[in-house]
């Protein structure tokens, strides 16, 4: 079936250092996807989205760049710090407006040295 | 002020018995969600309301029963509980107007069925 996928379950990297997240989809029909960031005992927080009409997106010290050619979607966070410590979930958007549910991959724990 | 607030935070209980979960949003929003996330941390969409309308019914148990009383309160209501039921519950509340779906989350029940 289609699904949301990352490729490394766990990340590890110095402060300071930049970031980057990776995942694939494979269902061409998705036009929006999210990244969220889940700190332990929390529910996911909103990061970043892109629609599929752009290739990349900036906020504040995060980017997602978007490959629709090969389906991958990658964040990526700079100057990271210890409290960008959390597991990263990539999502996709699938279905009309107002029943929109998204399908979210697996995960991918970072965790910032100090 | 809590966007999406959940209650309770933590649920402990026996297998058979029957429990309820609240969700409510004061975002306006007019689309609910409840998602599962098992040990494993993999996020699932259980159900939608749309305008306190059932839009998504997942492959879930018949066991499992959502109720929305308003477009600002969305309940699940699970009978007759087993083990595999243990997972964290989140509510989560996102507006259909436009073509983001931003979905807000709420901070989760962790459900233990012993």
């Known amino acids: 079936g289609e699904s949301v996928g990352l490729h490394l379950p766990t990340l590890s990297v110095q402060e300071g250092d930049n970031s980057i997240i990776n995942c694939a989809y494979s269902?061409?029909?998705?036009?929006?996807f999210i990244w969220y960031k889940q700190e332990s005992g929390k529910g996911p927080q909103f990061i970043i989205d892109?629609?599929?009409?752009?290739d990349k997106r900036q906020g504040q010290r995060v980017t997602v760049l978007l490959n629709k050619t090969v389906k991958h979607l990658s964040l990526q966070i700079a100057a990271t710090q210890p409290g960008d410590s959390a597991v990263y979930f990539c999502a996709e958007n699938i279905g009309s407006t107002g029943r929109r549910a998204l399908t979210f991959g697996s995960g991918t724990r970072l965790q910032v040295q100090p | 002020d809590t966007a999406v607030s959940q209650t309770p935070k933590y649920l402990v209980t026996q297998m058979g018995n029957d429990k309820s979960i609240k969700c409510e949003q004061n975002?306006?929003?007019?689309?609910m969600y409840w998602y599962k996330q098992d040990s494993k941390k993999f996020l699932k969409i259980m159900f939608s309301y749309n305008n306190k309308e059932l839009i998504i019914n997942e492959t879930v148990p018949n066991r499992f029963s959502p109720k929305s009383p308003d477009k600002a309160h969305l309940n699940l209501h699970i009978n007759s509980l087993e083990l595999g039921d243990s997972a964290v519950y989140f509510c989560?509340?996102?507006?259909?107007?436009?073509?983001?779906?931003?979905?807000?989350f709420g901070p989760g029940t962790r459900l233990t069925v012993l």
């Open positions: 989560a509340s996102s507006s259909s107007a436009g073509t983001r779906s931003e979905q807000f």
């Open positions: 975002l306006g929003h007019d689309t």
């Open positions: 269902n061409s029909a998705s036009d929006y």
């Open positions: 892109i629609r599929s009409n752009m």
